[in-house]
């Protein structure tokens, strides 16, 4: 499967509040971030990701 994204902001805490994320804190985005990831992604997959990855 080929996968395309852009800007995860991973450890980014302004984008909390800047992109009305719904989350109470940074490491709890990071973390919901990570395990969607893990459960769609594999081994097999290609990603593009087209923007901002970390802070």
Not at 18 to 25: E, K, L, N, T, Y
């Amino acid at each position: 499967m080929i996968y395309y994204t852009a800007d995860l902001h991973l450890g980014h805490a302004n984008v909390l509040r800047h992109d009305g994320r719904p989350f109470a804190s940074v490491e709890e985005m990071d973390q919901a971030l990570m395990e969607n990831w893990n459960r769609r992604v594999t081994d097999r997959d290609r990603i593009y990701i087209g923007g901002d990855l970390i802070f």
